[in-house]
C-alpha cells in the first residue's frame, strides 16, 4: 500500500511560480519513478513530467521550459517548481508513482492561475 499526498496547489497570478510537492508513504519496496499529470477542464489528462529513481526527467511538451521536476530518494518526495504559470496552467495536478506493479495516484491538488 502506497499512498501520494500533494501540497502546494492554490492560486496564482499570472506570471507567478507555485512549487508543488508530493510524498509517498506506507508501504514502500522501491519506487521506479514519480512524475506529475494534470488534467485541464474539460481535458484529457496530460503528463507535465516524470523522474526516475535515477534522476532521469521528462517533460511534457508544453511545459519544460518553465517547469522543473526534482525529487529526493531518501525522503520518496518529488517536486514540481512551476515559472511564468499562465491561464492554460490551471489544473488539477496529479501525483504518479510506480514501483513495477501498477502505478500509484494521488488524489489531486488545484491549481488555478487568474489574472
Known amino acids: 500500500q502506497v499512498q501520494l499526498v500533494e501540497f502546494g496547489g492554490g492560486l496564482v497570478q499570472v506570471g507567478g511560480s507555485l512549487t508543488l510537492s508530493c510524498a509517498a508513504s506506507?508501504?514502500?519496496?522501491?519506487?521506479?519513478?514519480m512524475g506529475w499529470y494534470r488534467r485541464t477542464p474539460g481535458k484529457q489528462r496530460q503528463l507535465v513530467a516524470s523522474?526516475?529513481?535515477?534522476?532521469?526527467?521528462n517533460y511534457g511538451d508544453t511545459v519544460e521550459v518553465r517547469y522543473t521536476i526534482s525529487g529526493d530518494n531518501d525522503k520518496n518526495t518529488v517536486f514540481l517548481q512551476m515559472n511564468s504559470l499562465n491561464l492554460e496552467d490551471t489544473a488539477v495536478y496529479y501525483c504518479?508513482?510506480?514501483?513495477?506493479?501498477?502505478?500509484?495516484w494521488g488524489q489531486g491538488t488545484q491549481v488555478t492561475v487568474n489574472t
Open positions: 504518479k508513482a510506480w514501483d513495477g506493479g501498477a502505478p500509484y
Open positions: 506506507g508501504t514502500i519496496s522501491k519506487i521506479n519513478s
Open positions: 523522474i526516475t529513481s535515477g534522476g532521469f526527467t
